[in-house]
């Protein structure tokens, strides 16, 4: 799960330093970087957070205290795909609680979790702003609508089968 | 002449595969000879006739619905690049009676034309009002919006040329334009669907806002799960500067404006102006208390125009037209249009853009046509979360501003989810309280805490525990949330509660499903 691939990953603390310089200039830095940090490291390593606190010239505590306020800010990296299923009202009014239903029954996975092999992890989000198509999901930023059970299953069996 | 053929880059369109027909269209056209320019447009609104590919004939551009990769030799077989008879061709597009029945002035464009073509935007009336707009002092730009009637479209219905007013007034040596596109309600995706089909209409929107009220630097906030809509507006911008919009000389005016994009990281509250701006400054999304309104004190301490996309999108064609033409549509004080989404279990969902004052039932049945289970229609949530569900008997209730705070509802952002009569208004008004438990900023406790507090006095109430009890002190939670919370995801989230509970109160009454509807 998500720790052991945390302790594997080698921190470079250079080009995190690269990428905190790069974007410390701008107005309201803070957001652009830890999402720069993300994107390139799939996470926000605990050892960022002082690089982070003193190129703003900000606490730490502050830095801390904005990085665990976002839900889209991750202490451990993801699984290789991430889906992000909808489940908010216009997606609840289309069963998005059955395709949740679905992914715990048929592929042993709820969200919140990533899957044994690193492969996947499932995250509920409220609106993809894809509510005339519900159910609605984001997998690797990629929208998909009109979902149901079967079209699941295939997005899910191609992920697996671009991993290979 | 090569025919051109216009196949959707909306992120709705790529969500159903119009990424496939465009490859297919390209290869197929290669196979067979013919020359072919794709044209990647943002989207009409009609979204369920995703992916919609249109072909430009003699008699105008007709469309292809619902198109797969899978159509596409078929397609070219039927002699679709002149229109051709085939099972998916739905007529012209401009004579469907969705698109016939609209009035189309902010999203007058976007589906039309390529939405990262400065040339197109300008050959349909982009930059009109900019060009109208240098040549008024900034004061007069200023009573122009004020006089159109435009009202803030992000929920609360503030009047935009009144904060206009308060800023442009405001002596300071930086002033900042905002545009709110958090877009974060369920039901709701008209700023996405702007953004990435006509950006450039955003951007001169809040040019002319920069000139009206002295402000030369501008943000566009979005939220982070719409990506589409960010690189779209990324590029927008790219291209607009380069076009000599964005920069220290606005289109030769000798005047500086420019902006930048920026992306939201997963909060709800941060569509909030002041959390917004919190997070902006780059701060966890805690709500600020006003005064001092961020038209005073906004981002970085700066006298700010925080808008909307929509509110900032209309003052290009206010500009344009003039506001007495802006104002010639709607009723009552809600003045000029809405572009209405209609979402859920409705057939034909999408964008409507209307002058305010359609009813909710002419939007679901007339345009949404009714429910997509085919089952009977039990209740429609207006306004996004914190917005009230309507009943059946509730569905004549005009859509503007004031009919709907006096249906103890708010019309929100526009947008309307429908629900069949399978839906549980005692789960729904749990969710509304467990929304606001996992969005909550944390600031105020009735927020935080009486939310929580709710899921579980909802709880007891359908498993039958002291269920009169129960409900008084649900009541006295709303109550106190009402009154005790700065913002209004706490003082709105009793909204959709006590709709669900006045207009459905069965459902309190009855066993609810053990499974909960969220994490
Ligand atoms: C919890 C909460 C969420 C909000 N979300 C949004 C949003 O996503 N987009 C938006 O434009 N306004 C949102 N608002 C309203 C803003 O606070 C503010 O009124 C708006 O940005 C002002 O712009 P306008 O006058 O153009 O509507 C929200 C308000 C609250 C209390
Ligand atoms: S009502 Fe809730 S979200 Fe709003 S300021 Fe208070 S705690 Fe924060």
Known sequence: MGQEVAASLSFDEGRALEIIEKLAQLEGAMLPILHALQEAFGYIDQRMVPLVAQALNVSRAETHGAITFYHDFRDAPAGRHVLRICRAESCQSMGCERLVDHLRIAHHIEPGQTSADGALTIESVYCLGQCALSPAALIDDEPVGRLDEARLDALLGQLNGARA | ?519
């Open chain 2, 1 to 519: 002449m090569s025919a051109r053929i216009f196949i959707p880059s909306d992120s709705s369109a790529l969500a159903v595969g119009a990424e496939a027909v465009a490859r297919a269209v390209a290869k197929e056209a290669h196979a067979r000879g013919l020359d072919v320019l794709i044209v990647r447009n943002g989207a009409r609104g009609m979204v369920w006739l995703e992916p919609l590919v249109e072909v430009e004939t003699p008699q105008g551009r007709i469309g292809y619905g619902q198109v797969s990769a899978r159509d596409v030799p078929a397609l070219f077989d039927a002699g679709f690049l002149q229109g051709g008879e085939h099972t998916t061709r739905v007529g012209k597009v401009e004579d469907l009676d969705w698109m016939r029945r609209q009035q189309r002035l902010t999203f007058a464009r976007c589906g039309v034309t390529d939405p990262l073509s400065l040339d197109d935007y300008r050959a349909h009336g982009g930059f009109a009002g900019l060009k109208r707009a240098l040549a008024m002092t900034p004061a007069e730009v200023v009573e122009e919006v004020v006089a159109s009637g435009l009202r803030g479209r992000g929920g609360a219905g503030f009047p935009t040329g009144v904060k206009w007013r308060t800023v442009a007034g405001a002596q300071a040596d930086r002033k900042y334009i905002v545009c709110n596109a958090d877009e974060g309600d369920s039901g709701t995706f008209a700023d996405r669907m702007l953004m990435e089909g006509d950006p450039f209409t955003l951007i001169e929107g809040m040019i002319i806002s920069g000139l009206a009220v002295g402000a030369s630097k501008g943000y566009v906030y979005i939220r982070s799960e719409y990506p589409h809509a960010f690189r779209a507006m990324q590029r927008a911008i790219e291209i607009a500067r380069a076009g000599g919009f964005l920069g220290p000389d606005v289109a030769g005016s000798g005047r500086p404006f420019d902006m930048e994009a920026r992306l939201g990281a997963g909060a709800y509250i941060c569509g909030e102006e002041t959390s917004l701006l919190e997070s902006l400054e780059g701060r966890r999304g805690q709500v600020r208390a006003k005064p001092p309104l961020p038209a005073v004190q906004g981002l970085f301490g700066k006298p700010t125009v925080i808008n909307n996309v929509l509110s900032l999108a209309s003052v290009p064609w206010i500009l344009a037209h003039g506001a007495s033409a802006y104002a010639a549509f709607g009723m009552g004080r809600s003045r000029g249009t809405q572009p209405f989404q209609i979402a859920g279990n409705v057939k034909r969902g999408g964008l409507v853009e209307l002058a305010f004052g359609v009813t909710i039932r002419d939007l679901v049945e007339h345009f949404g046509g009714g429910t997509a289970s085919g089952r009977k229609l039990r209740a429609v949530q207006v306004g996004g979360p914190l917005g009230a569900y309507f009943p059946d008997a509730l569905l004549d209730t005009p859509l503007d501003y004031e009919s709907m705070l006096s249906a103890k509802g708010m019309l929100g952002h526009g947008g309307l989810v429908v629900f069949d009569d399978s839906v549980d208004l005692a789960r729904q008004a749990r969710f509304a309280m467990q929304f606001c438990a996992i969005e909550s900023c944390g600031k105020c406790t009735p927020c935080r805490i009486g939310s929580t507090r709710g899921v579980e006095v909802i709880d007891k109430i359908v498993a039958g525990v002291a269920r009169e009890k129960n409900t008084e002190l649900l009541l006295d939670l709303c109550d106190a949330m009402t009154d005790g919370s700065l913002c209004a995801l706490g003082g709105l989230t009793p909204m959709p509660v006590l709709s669900a509970l006045t207009h459905f109160p069965g459902d309190f009454e009855r066993p609810a499903p053990t499974r909960q509807t969220a994490e």
